[in-house]
């Protein structure tokens, strides 16, 4: 399965005015939530930035003191392939990673049909170029109300035909 996955706030925003995702940082019980959505995926397909702020994952400052469900996060991440598409980046900074100029549909289509395991494609830009292709075949964005505000401005969550 290909799953586009994503937080978002409650008003459907991905990111703040300033580009940011911090105020969507999950507490323990949310972090296990996720850590058994994300279990069966072995490749993550990230553009540039998402892979720029996804790859605290590989070496998370300590991390023996965190939480179980932090610690099996990181462990899941590392486990798992990444492909980052971008024209900018030159380099990785995190095991089992490869850098992919562009996204083609074809190819990750190729890639779904032959894996033994789930992708999942995160980030707003790789989002709005999944929807077009129509290449997901499940949406999972899950939010709730950080501080009892709503969000916007900022980057809406990619619309995506399943």
């Given at each position: 399965?290909?799953?586009?996955?994503?937080?978002?706030?409650?008003?459907?925003?991905?990111?703040?005015?300033?580009?940011?995702?911090?105020?969507?940082?999950?507490?323990?019980?949310?972090?296990?939530?996720?850590?058994?959505?994300?279990?069966?995926?072995?490749?993550?397909?990230?553009?540039?930035?998402?892979?720029?702020?996804?790859?605290?994952?590989?070496?998370?400052?300590?991390?023996?003191?965190?939480?179980?469900?932090?610690?099996?996060?990181?462990?899941?991440?590392?486990?798992?392939d990444k492909?980052v598409y971008?024209?900018?980046?030159?380099?990785?900074?995190?095991?089992?990673?490869?850098?992919?100029?562009?996204?083609?549909?074809?190819?990750?289509?190729?890639?779904?049909?032959?894996?033994?395991?789930?992708?999942?494609?995160?980030?707003?830009?790789?989002?709005?170029?999944?929807?077009?292709?129509?290449?997901?075949?499940?949406?999972?964005?899950?939010?709730?109300?950080?501080?009892?505000?709503?969000?916007?401005?900022?980057?809406?969550?990619?619309?995506?035909?399943?």
């Amino acid at each position: 399965m290909l799953t586009y996955f994503t937080i978002c706030s409650i008003d459907g925003f991905i990111e703040d005015a300033d580009g940011r995702f911090d105020w969507a940082a999950p507490d323990a019980e949310v972090h296990a939530f996720v850590n058994d959505l994300e279990r069966p995926v072995g490749t993550y397909l990230y553009g540039r930035r998402m892979y720029e702020t996804m790859v605290f994952w590989e070496s998370p400052p300590g991390l023996a003191e965190q939480s179980p469900a932090v610690q099996e996060y990181a462990e899941i991440w590392q486990a798992a392939d990444k492909i980052v598409y971008s024209k900018t980046l030159s380099k990785v900074a995190s095991a089992r990673t490869r850098i992919e100029p562009e996204l083609d549909p074809e190819a990750v289509r190729r890639l779904k049909a032959s894996a033994g395991h789930d992708l999942s494609i995160g980030g707003a830009v790789a989002g709005r170029l999944v929807a077009p292709a129509a290449l997901a075949v499940s949406l999972r964005g899950w939010s709730w109300r950080h501080g009892g505000d709503l969000l916007g401005p900022g980057a809406l969550l990619a619309p995506v035909t399943c």
